[in-house]
Each structure stands twice: as C-alpha cells, then as structure tokens.
C-alpha cells in the first residue's frame, strides 16, 4: 500500500518570499507614457504625479491611450573570451558588447502626433487640415529627447523609466476592424547621444518615494542595569508591525537611506541597548519603520550609559 506524503501538501512557511512589504511594492495597472518630460526639478511621488496631471490636461506630450499594456526591455549582447585554460565563468570575465533598451506598446489613439512620433515625419497644418510627409531619412528632429512610462506602486511610490533619444523602429502597422478600433504597434528604442557616451546606456528608471513627513519621537535615556548599557524610553506608541532601528554616532546620524542601510541595528522598543561605555555622551537616533522600510517617525537623544 503506498504511504501518502502529507508535506507534499504542506502550506508554504519561511521558505516564501512572501512578506508583508511585498504588497508595497507591486507595480499596479497600465501606467502612462510621455514624451519630452522633464522630471529633473521633481523631488517625491506627488509632485511627480501632478507633472503628469499637467500633462493630460494639456495632451501635448502624451502618447495616449494604450491596449494590451506594453512592455521595457533591455537586450543585451555579452562575450566571454574563450582562453586555453578557462573552465568556469568567473567574475570580471564577461563583457558587454552592446545594450538595447526598448519600449513596445500598441496605441489606441490615431492622432498625428502619433502618426508622426511612430514614423519620424513631419506634420504641416494649414486651417483645419494637418498633412504627414515622411522624409526619406531619419532627421534629429525624429528622435524625442526622451520617452518616459511613469507607472503607480501599490504604496504610493512612482517607478519612472526613461529612454534617451528614442526612435520608433518598428515597422509601421495601422490596423483597423470592422466593429473595432484601429490600433498602431510601435518599439521605441533609446539610443545614445553621441559616439563618445559609453559610460552607461541610455536609459535610467527612478523610483520617487512618497512625501510623508515623519514624525518626532521625544526619547528619554538613563543608565541601564547592566555596565556598558543604557535604558530608552519613551511614550510614542509603535504602530503595529512597525520595528524600531537605531544608530549611534558623536553627533545625531541622520537617515540618509530608505529604508535606513544595514548600519542601523533593530531594537524591540523595551530591552536595554548595550551601546557600551565608551559610548556614554555619545548620541543616538531612534527610528520607527513600516513594513515597507520607510521612516515614520524618529528622534535622538544624548546617551546616558552605566559607566560602573
């Protein structure tokens, strides 16, 4: 008789990947795309988002409408040379002979803009008519200075991606239905400003975090039971599944990074820190952080350590 496995079967436990913070970070519905769009003065999520706001009020710079989503990829050719002697790869030994970053997505709105854009031609309007010509070459003018897809994450952050002189080079392909909608499929490739820019490829994707001022904690520090200890309080009230970090220095560490870096040491909110005696005098910062590592509040005090 065959004996049933029942950990075949078993829930998933620690071994997932699963944590609560994962749900933060999902990248959520189609996003949008824009052309020509300057973000350099744009420093968190809402200011981001208000920048695209102006830009579908305007509808200058936008695409439009899209079907089916779209899709970044970055293709890339690497070379291992092959050496008398070489039996692994190994580190330092693979190179990058070219990148190609690229945009593909299928418009649903048949504009000239769109037209243009896709087929790097010209436009001339006289009255209520708008004429497209395609020049037989590809002049500068039909590369945009740059393409952005600007997209939500399920906490408020925006994830930016951004190519650098992109230049549909797809196949133009208009396609229309009886009972439907004419569609336009185009691959927008990033491509670099000149011979000599070989430092990175030319594209970069930004992710701007949400403008949430944290909040002070007012912290207390007395000797602990312990030498070399010292005991923190404090009537802040840690929200729930939030944890406390901290970090000691001669003047109050900022937080430079979010979440803050692996220098930062959790604390349970109650136990006595043991920071050592020398130590004593010295300042600490005190931060509460989500579950998705951002800061929500934060505070420093000066030490006071049991020196004996």
Known sequence: MMKLNLQMFAAPGSTSALREETFDNLQLNVGIFVKNFDYSELTDAAAVLDAIDDELESGEN????????GA???SREMRTPQVDGLRYRFKGGNFVDSSDPYI????VEATPQNFATALGAELDTEGKVTTLKMPTGIADSAYLDNLCWVGDLA???V?????????????????????????????????QGSVHDYDYAPFEVVWFGTDEEAEAITWTSAAGTNVGGTKITTTHSKGSGNKYVYK????APAITNEPPDYTWTEWDGSADIAVGTGNNGKKITIAEVNTSGHVVASGNVTLVVKTA
């Not at 000691?248 to 003047?251: A, D, E, K, L």
């Open 72 to 74: 970044f990829n970055v």
């Open 104 to 107: 593909s997505t299928s418009l």
């Open 159 to 191: 994830v930016l991606i951004r190519l650098d002189n992109a230049l549909n080079t797809a196949n133009f392909n208009f396609t229309f239905t009886d009972k439907g909608e004419g569609v336009m499929s185009v691959e927008f490739h990033a491509c």
């Open 248 to 251: 000691i220095g001669n003047t």
């Open 155 to 157: 906490d408020g952050r």
């Open 62 to 69: 936008l695409l439009g409408a899209t079907r089916g989503g």
